[in-house]
């Protein structure tokens, strides 16, 4: 079993960045396959990033690929979402997510897929 803490949301100016950590306890992170998802004030939890256990694959969802990068670091145990030319659309709650394996490759995207959670973090971003 691992425990999820997200960190590093805040409120930005259009165009700014911003970098979330997703820091994990007890469970070695590096069993699991990560992914970080977002929901916006209204609407339905959505898929924004995922990455492979060790860290070479990684998934964007099309709206922020070029601009947001999710990388690991096993050793420190986080997962981390760097966010930048943020736009007001990518206001949410952002939350980290833990998977150790999908019985569908595909499945990364499904937020109904993966056992563990963070709290989330706020991200709001003004025009």
């Known amino acids: 079993q691992v425990q999820l803490v997200e960190s590093g949301g805040g409120l930005v100016q259009a165009g700014g960045s911003l970098t979330l950590s997703c820091a994990a306890s007890?469970?070695?992170?590096?069993?699991?396959?990560m992914g970080w998802f977002r929901q916006p004030p209204g609407k339905e939890r959505e898929f924004v990033a995922h990455?492979?256990?060790?860290?070479?694959?990684?998934v964007y969802q099309d709206s922020v690929k070029g601009r947001f990068t999710i990388s690991r670091d096993n050793a420190k145990n986080t997962v981390y979402l760097q966010m930048n030319s943020l736009e007001p659309e990518d206001t949410a709650v952002y939350y980290c997510a833990a998977q150790e394996e999908f019985r569908v490759k595909s499945d990364y995207y499904r937020p109904d897929k993966y056992q563990y959670w963070g709290q989330g973090t706020q991200v709001t971003v003004s025009s």
């Open positions: 990455i492979s256990r060790s860290g070479p694959v990684t």
């Open positions: 007890g469970r070695t992170l590096s069993a699991y396959r």
